[in-house]
């Protein structure tokens, strides 16, 4: 596997890790701020986005 598609790996699952370990209180401070949605969204969209992407790098690499 080459280093950038590890990197691309990691710089997606990385948000959607960080935010899911974050205090309550600061995920909704956040999401509010920044997203203008409630928290929960923010942690599914961010948890959909890795899982696609996921999904997507098996099948190439499966390919070969």
Do not use: G
């Not at 990385?14 to 923010?42: E, G």
């Amino acid at each position: 596997m080459s280093l950038l598609l590890k990197y691309s790996f990691c710089s997606v699952e990385f948000p959607s890790k960080f935010y899911r370990n974050l205090n309550k209180d600061v995920k909704k401070q956040i999401a509010k701020t920044h997203y203008n949605a409630p928290y929960l969204y923010l942690e599914s969209w961010l948890q959909t986005l890795s899982n696609i992407r996921n999904i997507y790098y098996s099948k190439i690499i499966n390919q070969y």
